[in-house]
């Protein structure tokens, strides 16, 4: 099955800090690739999408100059959370789609800001 | 707006005793209906995608169906590995191809 990498697994920082995530498609080709946030017990939570080459379509409500995203290539995704404060610390999870089907998902990044 | 209401939202089960679990969807035209497994602190799983009512898939213990209205998730002798959430998407034809997920339901299967 196709195969979806999100690094780094967990991330503490400090208050104010930068820190970048990236995501990884192993052996697909991603046209379209997803950033999801989920809190405790509740579903995912989409904050954008974006296309190779393309600047990336966010949610109402997601701050577009704090959650930076970048797709670079077919199967490089990256989300860089700026100035992170206590608030942004959530479970973040990148999905990879081929085309207009199934999406992939990568394990997720546990982000804790103190 | 294209809904997706998961139920129950929560299921416990005892080992061997099957049940199905149920995707209720809104959706303008489908395209496709997904369901994923997640397990706590980690991505979600792929499992099944289905196109059209009348169309069933299956892997192991699991079942999936699909109806113009709902899909059904049966599991069949589940064992204590089971446990997960599980979560049901539907994405639309024609327009945007996001899918719209549902908030999922929480198994738990007892030894």
């Known amino acids: 099955g196709a195969v979806v990498s999100q690094h780094p697994s967990r991330v503490i920082c400090k208050s104010g800090t930068s820190v970048k995530i990236e995501c990884r498609s192993l052996?697909?080709?991603?046209?379209?690739m997803f950033w999801y946030r989920q809190f405790p017990k509740q579903s995912l939570m989409l904050m954008a999408t974006s296309n190779e080459g393309s600047k990336a379509t966010y949610e109402q409500g997601v701050e577009k100059d704090k959650f930076l995203i970048n797709h670079a290539s077919l199967t490089l995704s990256t989300l860089t959370v700026t100035s992170a404060h206590p608030e942004d610390s959530s479970f973040y999870i990148c999905?990879?789609?081929?085309?207009?089907?199934?999406?992939?998902f990568g394990p997720g990044t546990r982000l804790t800001v103190t | 707006e294209d809904q997706v209401t998961q139920s129950p939202e929560a299921l416990r089960l005892q080992e061997g005793e099957s049940s199905s679990l149920n995707c209720s969807y809104t959706?303008?035209?489908?395209?496709?209906l997904f369901w994923y497994r997640q397990d706590p602190g980690k991505g979600p799983e792929f499992l099944f995608t289905?196109?059209?009512a009348g169309e069933e898939k299956e892997k192991e213990r699991l079942k999936a169906t699909l109806t113009k209205k709902e899909s059904f998730l049966h599991i069949t002798a589940p064992k204590p590995e089971d446990s997960a959430t599980y979560l049901c998407a539907v994405q639309a034809s024609g327009g945007s191809y996001i899918p719209t997920f549902g908030r999922g339901t929480s198994l738990i299967v007892h030894p």
């Open positions: 959706v303008s035209g489908l395209r496709g």
């Open positions: 289905l196109y059209s």
């Open positions: 052996d697909f080709q991603a046209t379209t």
């Open positions: 999905s990879a789609s081929g085309g207009l089907d199934e999406q992939y």
